[in-house]
């Protein structure tokens, strides 16, 4: 997911100026911390500018305490674009780096926001012993960034009505394209909680996908299939709820098998404050 450096210096410096113009920019801050028992196993920050016409969204995980005894994992992610025509944001640039153990990985792409065509996609790839990258064709390489897709369904204030039938959209995420399926129609209310910022009734989403191109495959002939994270997907369910000062629906709670009980992720920090424009120079007068 990676660009050439002057122009992704070019796309930040234009990203800037538009945040600098907006009148109604707002900042809004997300932390998940998700809990093994009583220990907390990882945490998930994220920032979003957001305004009418410009969004950007940055995003991090790392593995923390007796959880990185089984892996070091971390991730570092942003996307950027504008708010299109079409009435949703749309991007311009999506970049995520991070490893899953020795599985190390850095992508930078840019978008054609019109037809969310991928313009230039830069890639680099440690990979583990015995196993290979399916490489994306050059026909395959469209669709929206992963990050992109849940802002455009959490600011949604019908996500509990325009969800509730079966929603696809196709994701590419730089080392694979996919068709990623939502169904939210579940309901739950959920009690208030000393690790959870949230209280109150939610939407549950089921979420699965399908591979459509690239990957990582095995090369070991005699490896068996484990579950994976894509089985797991398909038992979990991702709640989504209302927060005071958000007028969409923020993922509030998801949990998941790991074979020694469950992990429980909650949303543990939520806070929106308003970004004022920057004063004019003289120069720009």
């Known amino acids: ?24 920019t707002k900042k809004i801050h997300m932390k998940y911390k998700a809990y093994w028992g009583g220990f907390v196993i990882a945490e ?8 009418d016409d410009i969004y950007d969204v940055s995003a991090e995980y790392t593995v923390k305490g007796i959880a990185s005894i089984v892996g070091n994992m971390t991730n570092n992610t942003r996307t950027y674009g504008i708010r299109h025509r079409t009435g949703e944001y749309r991007p311009l640039y999506y970049e995520s780096q991070g490893n899953f153990g020795k599985f190390k990985y850095s992508n930078k792409v840019n978008f054609n926001p ?15 012993e015995k196993t290979e990258y399916i490489p994306i064709p050059d ?10 897709m849940f802002l455009n369904m959490i600011i949604n204030e019908n996500f509990a009505r325009d969800y509730k039938k079966q929603y696809s959209r196709r994701q590419f995420g730089g080392i694979f394209v996919t068709t990623q399926n939502f169904l939210c129609d ?23 996908g399908a591979l459509v191109a690239g990957g990582i495959r095995s ?5 068996k299939r484990r579950r994976g994270r894509e089985d797991d997907d398909q038992d979990s369910i991702l709640w989504f709820g209302q927060v005071d000062g958000f007028h969409g629906y923020l993922p509030v709670y998801t949990e998941f098998p790991i074979g020694w009980g469950k992990v429980r992720v909650y949303l543990n920090e939520f806070a929106v404050e308003e ?3 920057e004063l004019q120079t003289a120069s720009s007068k």
Do not use: W, Y
């Open 1 to 24: 997911m990676k660009i050439v450096l002057s122009a992704v210096l070019m796309l930040i410096m234009s990203a800037d100026a538009v945040f600098a113009q907006s009148d109604s």
């Open 44 to 51: 998930i920050s994220s920032e979003t500018l957001l305004s």
């Open 114 to 128: 019109d037809n969310l065509m991928v313009t230039n996609h830069e890639q680099e790839l440690e990979l583990r």
């Open 139 to 148: 026909a395959h390489k469209h669709g929206i960034d992963p990050m992109t």
């Open 186 to 208: 579940e309901t739950k209310e959920f009690e208030e909680e000393s690790r959870s910022v949230f209280a109150g009734n939610a939407v549950g989403c089921k979420i699965d």
């Open 219 to 223: 090369t070991d002939p005699n490896r």
């Open 275 to 277: 970004v004022l424009p």
